[in-house]
């Protein structure tokens, strides 16, 4: 199984975002700077999150990103499924019906039982990841992570975020 | 997320092995016929599986492959990491370490809390295939599924399996 390294560059960013003042955006290159990463790499990712509702990119030379709602309505989840697809991570290909002994397709109404235990197991991980709100990542940072990290963060963010006028939404 | 299409053709074959007499085998090719796989295709899948102890492979002409242990021995979990590997789906490249806010090593003791929080969910979705055994999914199979196709399946076993004069463990 595997998740695309998009995914920890997403959440990292989602929850740098969620660090900034009030309606204030912070530039795609400036959240590509602060984890090393190209920002046509990031970008990509970053349309994602905007095209799922969990940023909002605020267009022109001034503009950027920032949440589009609050980090205590954001999970992992959200985060997973909008950089990775929906689509279950299993891939039942009905295999069953191939071969010297495929049946009509009467034979078959009932799921197969390969494929809807994958599917629970999937549940569970999806579970767990709704679980965990942006907010609390960053809440778990602020409280745990060594001060001079904290330090550094937050004055990136205070360096690179814009304000802005009034919010789009 | 994506688990590799080889899970699907696993677990079938591990669970139509489970179906076979005593320490008879079924060669690869019938394996591969039973989903109408190509038995290149599959082959790389069932090394997988015999290098990871689930299955025996038994060489020669007359051999062929047969669960290593009780089917009640094998969960989807054990299947699932033969075929994609041990490795976590989700990969922390340490991106908080890069970019101008890095600091040094000792800054960054403790583990990211953004790792942290996926490897558990990851252990939330491990834990529920660990609990699926593969004789449930036999079982789940023999009394749930279409008469026709258990007969089918059973006729295929009984007319693939090569009985062995004794078992190699």
């Known amino acids: 199984m595997k998740l695309g390294e998009g995914v920890e560059a997403a959440i990292h960013c989602a929850a740098t ?12 290159a400036a959240l590509a700077e602060a984890f090393g990463l ?3 790499y990031l970008l990509k990712h970053l349309n994602m999150l905007t095209a799922a509702r969990i940023l ?4 022109g030379p001034a ?3 920032r949440l589009a ?3 205590e309505r954001i999970t992992l989840l959200d ?7 929906r689509e279950p991570a299993f891939r039942c290909g009905e295999i069953r019906q191939r071969g010297p002994t495929k049946l009509d397709a009467s034979a078959y109404v009932r799921p197969c ?4 235990a994958m599917l629970k197991a999937e549940r569970a991980y999806r579970a767990a990841l709704a679980e965990v709100r942006l907010s609390d990542i960053v809440a778990d940072f602020m409280k745990g992570a060594d001060p001079r990290s904290v330090a550094a963060s937050c004055a990136f963010a205070e360096r690179h975020q814009r304000q802005q006028k009034s919010r789009s939404t």
Chains 1, 2 share one sequence.
Request: proline share 11%; aromatic share 2%.
């Open 17 to 28: 975002l969620a660090g900034v003042d009030g309606d204030s955006t912070m530039p795609g």
């Open 38 to 40: 190209s920002p046509s």
């Open 56 to 59: 909002e990119s605020v267009p």
């Open 63 to 65: 503009g950027g990103y």
């Open 69 to 71: 709602k609050p980090a």
């Open 79 to 85: 985060i997973v499924l909008a950089v990775e697809g």
């Open 113 to 116: 039982g390969i494929n809807a």
